[in-house]
């Protein structure tokens, strides 16, 4: 079964407009990630929070993590149209082995 | 650097057939997976190895087969291919004693199964 869930699946936005995206899970965990996906490519690792965190910043991005509801968002501000791609998020397992995805998000970003 | 290098990168199967996923990570990671990609479904998790000698079975073993050879590589085997095992498949690697738990990924390798 998966942990995590990414609301919405799909999100069409302007450049220049902020893009959240969210994600749930169900058991405790040690840190989350999230990543992205161009169409036809690899999953390349955006940012990872640790379960201590509540807020992480990398360039444009921002995620915070709410281990209260077992919850992080995924903020990208001022899109730009190459940021159109699927976003995923990852938490670990209990051992810290495994890496349990979400369906996705699919961002559209027009410009 | 190359990172995580997969082979072959498309490959159409008939039902019965077999084939051989390879994988090969040039960044001395202890830590090995692959993953398939359905619409909709995310990445799910079918064989994992935590260290070269060790395998570990994930989500959706079933159908099939995976070896660690050495430290870079890491195949996955398809003994007799079905329809359902049209996917995806994404081989990746991670240093988890860096503790810092990013996953480095292939291009991915496309199968189909007829």
């Known amino acids: 079964s998966q942990q995590g869930e990414e609301d919405p699946q799909a999100l069409s936005i302007q450049e220049g407009e902020n893009a959240t995206m969210n994600c749930s899970y169900k058991?405790?965990?040690?840190?989350l990630q999230w990543y992205r996906q161009n169409s036809g490519r690899g999953l390349v690792h955006l940012i990872l929070i640790r379960s201590n965190e509540r807020e992480k910043h990398s360039g444009r991005l921002r995620v915070t993590l709410d281990t209260s509801k077992k919850s992080s968002s995924l903020l990208i501000t001022a899109s730009r149209a190459a940021d159109t791609a699927s976003y995923f998020c990852?938490?670990?397992?209990?051992?810290?082995?495994?890496?349990?995805f979400g369906p996705g998000t699919r961002l559209s970003v027009l410009p | 650097n190359a990172g995580v290098t997969q082979t072959p990168k498309f490959q159409v199967l008939k039902t019965g057939q077999s084939m051989t996923l390879q994988c090969a990570q040039d960044?001395?990671?202890?830590?090995m997976y692959w993953y398939r990609q359905d619409p909709g479904m995310g990445l799910r998790l079918i064989y994992y190895s935590a260290s070269e000698g060790t395998t570990d079975k994930g989500e959706v073993p079933n159908g099939y087969n995976v070896s660690r050879l050495n430290k870079r590589e890491f195949s996955l085997r398809l003994e007799s291919a079905a329809p359902s095992q049209t996917s995806v498949y994404f081989c990746?690697?991670?240093?988890?004693?860096?503790?810092?738990?990013?996953?480095?990924f292939g291009e991915g390798s496309r199968l189909t199964v007829l």
């Open positions: 058991t405790s965990i040690n840190n």
């Open positions: 990852a938490t670990d397992d209990n051992y810290g082995q495994n890496f349990v």
């Open positions: 960044m001395n990671h202890n830590s």
């Open positions: 990746a690697s991670s240093d988890l004693r860096a503790n810092t738990g990013e996953l480095f």
